[in-house]
Structure formats: C-alpha cells, structure tokens
C-alpha cells in the first residue's frame, strides 16, 4: 500500500464524521445517487475540489458507471459509457492505490465524453478500493483549472477514498443480508404451505379415498378443511415474496437510449411502442430487469445483436429482449439473477418468462400491470 503523511487530527475527526454518517443511511430509503452524491460532497468540503464524480465498476458487464457527483448537473454524466480500459488514469488510480494527478492530454486519460462534457485542463482521481477489494474512483477538479494538490490534499482525498470503499461494501453487505433475510422468508413461507396447506388437503385426499361413501359430517369436515387449507394458502401467498427493487437515479427511456448511443459491445436494437412516461412503481423493476438480461447475456451467452421491445397493451406494461446467444444458453444454463427477477415482478403482480425460441433466439420478457397493485 502507498504510504501517506499522517492526516492532522481536525480532518481525521471531520472524516470520520462522514463514514458515520454514510453508514447512518444504509437503511434509509434513499436513492442510490443521493447515498453516492454525499461521498462526492465530502471530497469538496474537505478538500479545495469543487466538482467530483464518483464511478462505480460493473465486473459482469466490464463497464464502469457514474453514480453519484457534486458540483455538477449529474445527468451531464449520463452520456459517459466506457470501459475500464478507455480510462488509463483510472486503472493507475487503483493499481498503484494512490491518487494521480493529470494536467496534459486528458483526453487519453478518461472517457472522452467526460474530458469533453467538463472542459478539463487538471483532474484527479482518487482510488475507491480498501481491504484488497477495488469499487470504483473519484473524479476531481476544481472547475475546470489548472492546479496541483498539495500533499495535505492528498492524503485527505486518498483518506476519502477509503472512506468511501468502506462504506460501499458496508452497503454491499447490507444488500445482501437484506437478499438473506427475503430468502429466509421465502422458506418460511414453504414451511408454513406445508404444514398448514398441503398437511390439511392430503388429510381430505385420505377421506375421500378411503373406500367407503362420506357421511353428512365427515363431508361438512372435508369442505371445511378444504375452506380453511385455502384461507391459509391466500393469507400465505399475500406475504411479499422477494425484495422490492431499489429506485434509480434514471428512466428506463434514458438507460435505453444511452445503451443504444454505445459504441461499442454488443449491438442493441431499441423499438419504442408506447411514448408514455412509465409508472413510478414500474419503472425500477423495468431497470432491473433489463439489467439482469443483459448480464446475463453477457455472462451466460456470446449474442451478436440484442433486440429490445417496450409498449403497453390493456393495461399491462411490457418488456421483451431478445438475443442470439441461444447456442451458450444450451451449454451453460441461465443464471440466478433471472429467477429473482421472476420473485420481483410477482410482488408487482407480473411475471417473468424466458427460454428459447424458434431461429436459435433467447427470449426474455416482463408482463406487469400498470395499475399499482
């Protein structure tokens, strides 16, 4: 690890502040770019940077994402889509686990839409990693000008930066044990089928096929467990079966778009039936579900075009995505990620549905209603 000059005791105090109060928020339910924005915030009231944004990297797709900024219009940041290998500047951040400094062909340096979009003369980065795992980098600069840090400066935003790891895998970790306890529910909710449900119909299944015909009494008794066995499944299935998807910081329209503008990766072909603003309760599961098939494209397929549909019809909205990777799905299977997407829109009161088609396709697509359930 680098080494840095002790921080003065003053920011030390105000930098634990701030991870205090980042860990504060885990359960508040606020969305993912304000939780980010607070980091980005924090770099510029501790240090002279006047304007940050904070990347995130995403292993299963090999890109990396803006998610939170400050001192910026964050959806300037939007149009910024790249790779890890497109940003030099960022790769040296993290490897050398130090923040660089760059005043000279910035361009070369990071995604040309940010040098671009900002008018950059000086930039920082500063490495988001901590405990061997590596989240993302912070982008600086204070406006546009030339500068150079001082080595206080450094520290501080290098400090920062592990701040900011920490707290994203505390989130992480918050995420998961959240994913731990609705499977825990979904196993109580088996367990609580089973021994109420399935324990009172296979007592009627045992009546009815005992050999002789049902006395008045012993009827009234089947249809009464029979009543009850079904009170007892719908009480049961009225339990919230997966977590609810967390809200963005996007439409699934821009997310769409800014997919199609890409460059490179693999290409998408977007057909828009419906000009309609989605439901506030739609449009996050429509975002993740989208994201989790194109993951799992990309992780479970070799597609070579991706065609995306969205409309409505009689009151449900709907989203198909195709792609031509059906050889790879044969071989290895689909991933987790799909079935949980199947628990999140059956909270909607939708459904999921995937698999092969005729001409070597892959389907996947989202039915839920647009009406909030």
Known sequence: MTSQAPAPEAPRVQMLDVFVALLSELDAPIPSHEFYGRICQAVCRLTSMERVALFLYDEALHRVRAVGSWGMDRTLL?????????????????????????????????PAEYARLLGLTTLTCTPLAAAGRRFGVLFADRGG????????????????????????AARIATRHQERTRGLADRIDLTREIHEQV???????????????????????????????????????????LALSPRETQTTLRAELERLERRRDGVPLELRWQDS????SHVEPLAQSVLAEALRNAQKHAEPTRVEVSVGSDEGTF??????????????????????????????????VEFGPLAGDRWRLRLVVPLEDA
């Not at 309609?276 to 439901?279: I, V």
């Not at 198909?320 to 009161?349: H, P, S």
């Open 276 to 279: 309609r603003p989605l439901p």
């Open 198 to 240: 399935i324990q009172r119909l296979f007592g009627v299944s045992l009546a009815l096929s005992a050999g002789h015909e049902l006395s008045a009494a012993e009827r009234a008794r089947c249809a009464l467990e029979m009543q009850t066995a079904l009170a007892d499944l719908r009480t049961a299935l009225r339990r919230p």
């Open 318 to 351: 709907q989203l198909e995505v195709m792609n031509d990777g059906i050889r790879r799905y044969r071989e290895k299977g689909t991933g987790m990620g799909l079935r949980l997407a199947q628990f999140e829109a059956l909270q909607q009161g939708g459904v």
């Open 145 to 168: 000008g030339h500068f150079r840090l001082t080595d206080a400066e450094r520290h501080a935003m290098w400090t920062l930066g592990k701040v900011g790891a920490l707290a994203e």
């Open 78 to 110: 939007e149009a910024v889509d790249a790779t890890l290998e497109e940003s030099p500047l960022a790769r040296r951040a993290l490897s050398e686990d130090r923040v660089v400094e760059v005043s000279e062909q910035i361009e070369r340096e990071v």
